[in-house]
């Protein structure tokens, strides 16, 4: 098995080593890995004391299974990144690339558990997003919200742009905030009516006038289109805040003075256990679109190069998608 070592910028190796998988787990031949150009940059720059080998979303196809797994060889199949794990004393879910190492390798084994058969209707481009619906999914599960009520999404990245798109398949009101007016614009072709840019939107104003003074019922937390701060005055009393993706996001502020005052709920959501087959029915059905998602290919062998150029110019790309032959 070969896999990808990011150690820095300077520092990326191709190193081999021996993949067996045991009992319960499954052996897959990657096919193409996702790789976010955030993750990157931030595994590039500072580094993780958790792991080296990149890549948390994947399509790969069945190499060895148990022959009770219901997998037959062959079978194309995306992995789930989030794993069940029992730790002092307690269970846990890590995630792959984020939490331990990826999948940016030829080969890999991961519990059956993990590992979700693909529907032909699902192109491979599709199904490397299921782990960001699956989170985006788990995040509108968990806010106490009615048909029609304002949702406030901060940050047109990739989960901003697949909350904006599930909050109106649940019939709530996407309020999409973002400084990238081409993401905004892509959010708008996908039917997301009310997208706003602090650069030319007075943002206080214009939801006050959207909502007719009520302000939003709960915002999500995807990205750094605006601030913390920023985002909780947008907020109703008694709203909630969901903070939501991987731990790659930089570090904020939080004014507790109006969260106090405002009564507000701020919780986490960091995987999206559970929610892949739900993810896999999203994409199946067509509710969910990633065209214009993915800014760049790569072959395997070049991967160096392609962090290289996500360090570079950090703005340019969104997602790298890595082919495996």
Known sequence: MREWHVKNSDNILLEERVATREAGEVKLKMSKISLSSRELVYLASEGSKAHEVPGHSAVAYVSEADEDSGLPLGARVVVSPFVSVYERGKQGIKTLGVDVDGLLRDFVCVPQENVFPLPDGISDEEAVFTDYIAIGNKALESIECNDGDYILIVGANTLGLILSQLASYYQLVPVLVDLDSDKLTLAKSWGVTYTLNPTYDNLERRVTELTGGRMCDAALFAGEGVSLDAAIRLLKDGGEII????????????????????????????????????????????????????????????????????????????????SVQ
Not at 270 to 277: C, D, I, M, R
Not at 288 to 304: H, Q, Y
Not at 305 to 315: G, H, K, M, Q, W
């Open 243 to 322: 903070l939501g993706g991987y731990s790659f996001h930089e570090k904020h502020s939080v004014d507790m003075d109006t969260i106090l005052k405002k009564q507000l709920k701020l919780r986490g959501i960091s995987n999206g256990y559970g929610e892949v087959s739900t993810s896999i029915n999203l994409l199946a059905n067509k509710i969910i679109r990633t065209d214009g998602l993915i800014s760049g290919n790569v072959d395997f062998e070049d991967v160096p190069s392609a962090i290289t150029d996500c360090v570079r110019y950090p703005y340019k790309f969104t997602h790298m998608l890595v």
